[in-house]
Every structure is written in C-alpha cells, then in structure tokens.
C-alpha cells in the first residue's frame, strides 16, 4: 500500500485546518496480546469448519430440497389436473361415453359369443376358403389337412378377438 | 515470502496453493484492515468479528478478483462495507437512532480497555465520532492511513474532488471541536 507524501499532508493540514497540525497521530487502540499472530490461524479455523459444515449439511439440504421440489410438483400437478377437469368437463364425458359403448358392446359381443357361429362362417360362408392358403382367424389352412383336423386346429389356435373388435367397430 | 506483491499472491492463490497464498494475504493486510475496522466500531471484540467475516468474505471471492483494481483497495472496499452493515445491524437490532449509534461508540471508548490513548486522544476520537458516517471514513483514511485520494476514491467510489472536500470539512469541524474546550 502506497502512502501519500507526509510533506503533502502536512501541508494539507496546515492549509485546512491548521489547528489541527499539532494533534496525535500515534494510535491510541490497543489489540491483546499476540492477536495479530493468531488471527490469522483463527481465521483458518472459520474457514474450514465453514467448508466441513457445507460439507456435511449437502445431502441434507439436497434431501429438504427434493423434499420441497416434489411438494411443489405435487401441488402444480393438483391444480392443473383440477382446472384441466374444471375446464374439460364435457369432453371428459364425452369420451367417457364413448368409452362405456364400447366396453358396453365389447362385453356384450363376450357375452353372446358363441363359438359355433365362427365355426360356421368357417364351414358354410367360407368353404372356398379351405382350398384356398388363405389365412382365416389368423390361421393358416394347410392343403393337406382334413376339415375335422382343421377345426380342431382352429379350436386351439384361432384367435377370434381381433375380428370380434373389428365386428364391434363395424356395428358402431 | 513476505516480498511477495500482490499479483503473485494472486497468481499462487489461483495456481494450485490457495489456502498458502490466502495465509500470506492475510499476514501482508491484516493489520490495515482491523485497524481501520476498529477506528469505525472502537470495540475491540465487534472489530475482531468484522475482521473475521472480511477474511472470509476475501476467501469466498478471491478466484473472482481479477487483479483490475489493487488488492487492499478491494480488501478495504470490504471491510468498510462490512462494518457499516454490522453498525446498521446493531441499529436495528437495538431500535437505536443513529444519534445514539455514535453517543454509545463515544461511550465505548470511556470503558474500552483496550484503549490506551491520553485525554488529547480520546478527545480527538470523540471528535472524529461526531462526524457523519462518510465523512468519518474519509478522515480517518486520510489522516490515520495516509492513504491516497485516488486510491479511496477507488475504495468509495467517490471522486477525489468530492474526498478533498469531505476531507476539508472533516477536518474543520475537528479543529472547531478540539479548540471548544
């Protein structure tokens, strides 16, 4: 640190206040002993227990925060889903609607299902399929294979629901 | 490593041995900066806390210092601030007026045992209270750290013909004072 000319003080001084020219400059604080030669250790000290406190409370201070942050969600959440049903109301019922007619026909189809009415499309509507590769309710007829063969074949593999869906669908 | 200046010091701080340098920074500075802590707060155990946070404040910021300005016009900057902030604290924290603020600091230096002065200079640091808050620093950096106007211009960021004024005014109202009885 660069100190101003005592010259340029003194002169300073005397312009401006020239009482004041002959007052003390010594100073009259005192520090107890060997302060200065322990601050700094001292200081050390703060500053490293600071950086072990920091340490130590990371985890839990991250634990408060994901605490915090997912009360936070929840409620953001809470209330967008709130004013989204508040808002959307006849939408919602709407496709609920739909949803129930379907589910409704869907069980209803279950319901009255009768296996022996695909069988009978199999036999009657769709004999010319038999001599065919065709696949029919997702199964592959085989030329080699006798009709009784055929049905069993399809008793254990067919799967009938994609065309039930798709009759449900058509109905609707 | 005393003959250090304080670029190096900051070179060391930020090239692998911050805890050395930041020792060796504080052994250069610290007495300039109680010393000035202390003339504002007269409390012996206020100015050592001071003292503290302003160190660790520098610690805590010392990567950011880019050596623009000088290190203890910075290390000033900070300390000034600090025991300004810890007097408005004390002022709030004790509904006590400003008036009051500088009546009790006065009241201090009767009791403060660590105030070894004569009646001359307990007189003259009773004067030096009197002053508003920046007029204060401003003359306590000038007549007790002889420090340069541009230089506490860079510490207050007032300009150094505003300092010279302050400065001017301080020191009459000393004189005016110490001639009073």
């Known amino acids: ?172 | 490593m005393d003959h250090l200046d304080d670029k190096e010091l900051l070179d060391m701080f930020k090239s692998g041995n911050p805890d050395y340098a930041f020792n060796l920074i504080m052994r250069k500075y610290q007495q300039n900066i109680y010393w000035h802590v202390r003339r504002l707060l007269i409390d012996h155990d206020d100015s050592n806390d001071v003292v503290q946070n302003v160190f660790l404040k520098v610690w805590e910021n010392l990567d950011d210092f880019r050596g623009d300005a000088k290190m203890y016009t910075w290390l000033y900057r900070i300390a000034t601030n600090e025991a300004l902030s810890f007097l408005k604290k004390k002022q709030k924290r004790f509904f006590i007026p400003l008036v009051d603020v500088e009546e009790s600091l006065a009241n201090k230096l009767e009791s403060d045992q660590y105030f070894k002065g004569d009646e001359i200079q307990k007189k003259l640091q009773k004067a030096i209270l009197k002053l508003p808050e920046k007029q204060r620093i401003i003359f306590n950096l000038r007549y007790f750290d002889e420090m340069k106007y541009d230089d506490m211009s860079e510490i207050l960021g007032t300009s150094t013909g505003a300092l010279k004024a302050s400065y001017h005014i301080a020191a009459k109202k000393i004189e005016e004072f110490l001639k009073s009885g």
């Not at chain 1, 072990?52 to 985890?59: A, D, E, F, G, P």
């Not at chain 1, 953001?76 to 019922?93: K, Q």
């Not at chain 1, 199964?139 to 006798?146: H, I, R, T």
């Open chain 1, 1 to 172: 640190m660069e100190k101003e000319k005592p010259d340029i003080l003194k002169k300073e001084l005397l312009d401006q206040a020239p009482g004041m020219s002959n007052a003390p400059k010594d100073n009259p604080f005192e520090v107890p002993k060997d302060y200065f030669e322990n601050l700094p250790v001292r200081i050390q000290q703060l500053k490293n227990s600071r950086t072990q406190r920091s340490h130590r409370t990371i985890w839990g201070y991250s634990q408060q925060k994901v605490l915090a942050y997912a009360a936070a969600l929840a409620v953001l959440v809470s209330f967008g889903l709130s004013v989204f049903f508040l808002t959307h109301d006849d939408d919602i019922n709407d496709l609920a609607g739909i949803e129930d007619d379907y589910y409704e026909s869907y069980f209803s189809y279950i319901a009255d299902y009768d296996e022996a009415h695909y069988y009978d499309v199999v036999l009657n509507e769709e004999n010319d399929i038999l001599d065919s590769e065709d696949i029919f309710f997702g199964v592959m007829w085989e030329e080699d294979m006798e009709e009784d063969e055929y049905f069993e074949y399809l008793l254990d593999n067919m799967d009938i629901y994609p065309y039930l869906l798709e009759e449900i669908a058509d109905n609707n």
